[in-house]
């Protein structure tokens, strides 16, 4: 192989070597990403309650602090305005369990009276999931998934 091929490949290597470095760097600082979400809602029937269960993935490779669910109405002042990460940190937590090395599986149920049907509005739903790593990066996302109330 000549001088100039072999210096031509070392260079290549160096360039490739430093861009893979970065490409790393850069995924390390990406905010936590959320897949697999899914949202289910059972209306109450006779003497027994419905439900409303949210479940979603959640990735970080700095790990996963906390992750925050809303789930609001299509038809509401929320639908001019949609939550805010402000207004998220504010409700409740799902529960997460460990699901790989950077991988959390978070659930959300709550329970839903006669009462909270009667009085909840008709129509689409929406949920709302703010998910914060350790490293104190959010990741918001107003309509991750949604359900209908009947």
Do not use: N
């Amino acid at each position: 192989m000549s001088r100039r091929i072999a210096l031509s490949v070392a260079a290549g290597v160096v360039v490739l070597g430093g861009a893979g470095a970065f490409a790393l760097a850069y995924a390390g600082d990406q905010p936590p990403a959320l897949s697999e979400s899914k949202a289910r809602y059972t209306a109450p029937d006779g003497d027994r309650d419905g439900s409303f269960t949210f479940t979603t993935e959640v990735t970080a490779s700095s790990g996963i602090e906390s992750v925050k669910v809303l789930a609001w109405p299509g038809d509401s002042a929320l639908a001019k305005e949609e939550p805010t990460a402000k207004e998220m940190a504010a409700v409740e937590s799902a529960a997460c369990t460990a699901a790989g090395a950077e991988t959390v599986r978070c659930t959300y149920t709550a329970a839903v009276s006669d009462a909270d049907a009667a009085s909840s509005p008709r129509g689409p739903w929406h949920v709302a999931v703010l998910a914060t790593d350790k490293d104190g990066t959010t990741t918001l996302e107003t309509k991750v998934a949604g359900f209908t109330v009947d």
